[in-house]
């Protein structure tokens, strides 16, 4: 069995693998109405209270809804963010749990 690896990413961090990655996801798991005053360009909007859901969608489905390619388990550039963490956090653990391993 794989081991789950969590690592907290600065915005820096980030702003560093937006502009050189071609396969990062980041998933927006704020409200529609954060969202709405504004958010990181290319970003996926899935509020953390759909997370579960959304990530145990078949691929097409996920596709189909969010019009992003539904990351593999074993995706290495795969944040979530909020705006103080800990959504982003619950949302990290959530993708553990159904097998997101990094």
Do not use: W
């Not at 693998?17 to 704020?30: A, E, I, P, W």
């Not at 944040?79 to 997101?100: D, I």
């Amino acid at each position: 069995m794989a081991c789950s690896v969590t690592k907290v990413i600065s915005y820096e961090d980030l702003k560093a693998l937006l502009g050189k990655s071609q396969n990062l996801l980041v998933v927006d798991v704020r409200t529609k109405e954060e969202v709405d005053k504004g958010h990181i360009q290319g970003s996926v909007h899935i509020p953390v209270d759909t997370v579960e859901a959304a990530f145990a969608m078949a691929p097409e489905e996920f596709k189909a809804k969010f019009g992003v390619t539904k990351p593999l388990q074993d995706a290495p550039e795969l944040v979530f963010h909020c705006h103080m963490g800990m959504r982003g956090l619950n949302a990290t653990n959530k993708a553990h749990q159904l097998g997101y391993v990094k």
